[in-house]
């Protein structure tokens, strides 16, 4: 049997990523999950995965482990993980704010690791990732990452390992932003008279349709915002508020820069 992968937390990026995987036809698979769900469980019979509850020795090293838990989980865990990095496997973390040089503290500085920052639309394959490699890492530890996040759609490498910190900031936490303008859209429409089923519809079509037509047409966001604009229209009105000093672009920037800072943080 050739070298399996190890998934180390089944939860949603890591349940996204081990049924893209299976899409994908890459096997041999191993999970350990301290607390399977049932949906996990049964996909684990039906595709004849080992499923574990704690990490187990395995009879054959993995190539490669990837690492799907929050940053919390892992600095507790980590040390479990040792003897899966000092065999030889390549070790991708997905863990936010979770350092290169904290891990190889636990692992050994010979542990070959690649960070990768996924999100949330990895679920239905239309995410995005970024991904760093560490030193020590070669061009088949790349190519290999590269094939396992590619799972949940869409990956780009980065230069320097800070800029994670921004990824994470961005494209990690940014669903959630793009959720709560979803919500505010909603909100502002049943101010307007809308019923509420209506106002969610609306709103959540729209998004969801603009985030399609980005994908697809390749001219610049801006472009596609001023092809929405007519002068003296209804558009042009509301981007004059969106548009103020203190409008949109620098809420969204002082968020952005939060959720940096905070990265940072668990890093240190």
Same mark, same amino acid.
């Given at each position: 049997?050739? =070298?399996?992968?190890?998934?180390?937390?089944?939860?949603?990026?890591?349940? !996204?990523?081990?049924?893209?995987?299976?899409?994908?036809?890459?096997?041999?698979?191993?999970?350990?999950?301290? /607390?399977?769900?049932? @949906?996990?469980?049964?996909?684990?019979?039906?595709?004849? $995965?080992? *499923?574990?509850?704690?990490?187990?020795?395995?009879?054959?090293?993995?190539?490669?482990?990837? $690492?799907? *838990?929050?940053? =919390?989980?892992?600095?507790?865990?980590?040390?479990?993980?040792? !003897?899966?990095?000092?065999?030889? !496997? *390549?070790?991708?973390?997905?863990?936010?704010?979770?350092?290169?040089?904290?891990?190889?503290?636990?692992?050994? /500085?010979?542990?070959?690791?690649?960070?990768?920052?996924? &999100?949330?639309?990895?679920?239905?394959?239309?995410?995005?990732?970024?991904?760093?490699?560490?030193?020590?890492?070669?061009? =088949? @530890?790349?190519?290999?990452?590269?094939?396992?996040?590619?799972?949940?759609?869409?990956?780009?490498?980065? /230069?320097?390992?800070?800029? $994670?910190?921004?990824?994470?900031?961005?494209?990690?936490?940014?669903?959630?932003?793009?959720?709560? *303008?979803?919500?505010?859209?909603?909100? !502002?429409?049943?101010?307007?008279?809308?019923?509420?089923?209506?106002?969610?519809?609306?709103?959540?079509?729209?998004?969801?349709?603009?985030?399609?037509?980005?994908?697809? @047409?390749?001219?610049?966001?801006?472009?596609?915002?001023?092809?929405?604009?007519?002068?003296?229209?209804?558009?042009?009105?509301?981007?004059?508020?969106?548009?103020?000093? &203190?409008?949109?672009?620098?809420? $969204?920037?002082?968020?952005?820069?939060?959720?940096?800072?905070?990265?940072?943080?668990?890093?240190?």
């Amino acid at each position: 049997m050739s =070298q399996p992968v190890l998934l180390v937390g089944a939860g949603r990026i890591g349940g !996204a990523l081990l049924k893209g995987w299976i899409a994908g036809d890459i096997g041999p698979i191993g999970v350990v999950e301290p /607390r399977p769900s049932s @949906d996990l469980r049964k996909l684990a019979r039906l595709h004849g $995965i080992p *499923l574990w509850e704690k990490i187990e020795r395995l009879a054959t090293p993995p190539r490669a482990c990837v $690492i799907a *838990l929050k940053p =919390q989980v892992l600095r507790i865990e980590a040390g479990q993980l040792k !003897a899966v990095a000092q065999s030889g !496997a *390549l070790m991708v973390s997905v863990a936010a704010g979770t350092t290169i040089a904290l891990l190889c503290g636990v692992w050994g /500085r010979k542990a070959r690791i690649i960070r990768a920052m996924p &999100n949330t639309p990895g679920r239905i394959g239309q995410g995005i990732s970024a991904l760093y490699a560490g030193r020590g890492t070669t061009s =088949q @530890d790349r190519r290999l990452a590269e094939a396992l996040l590619t799972a949940l759609g869409e990956t780009l490498w980065v /230069r320097r390992e800070t800029l $994670i910190d921004a990824v994470t900031a961005v494209s990690g936490s940014g669903p959630a932003y793009v959720f709560l *303008l979803v919500e505010a859209l909603a909100e !502002a429409a049943c101010a307007g008279g809308l019923p509420r089923s209506d106002a969610e519809k609306l709103a959540r079509a729209t998004v969801a349709g603009a985030g399609a037509l980005l994908r697809v @047409d390749k001219r610049s966001a801006a472009e596609l915002r001023k092809e929405v604009t007519s002068p003296g229209g209804t558009t042009e009105a509301a981007l004059k508020i969106l548009l103020r000093a &203190n409008g949109i672009r620098s809420l $969204i920037g002082r968020a952005v820069h939060a959720a940096k800072m905070r990265a940072e943080d668990l890093g240190r």
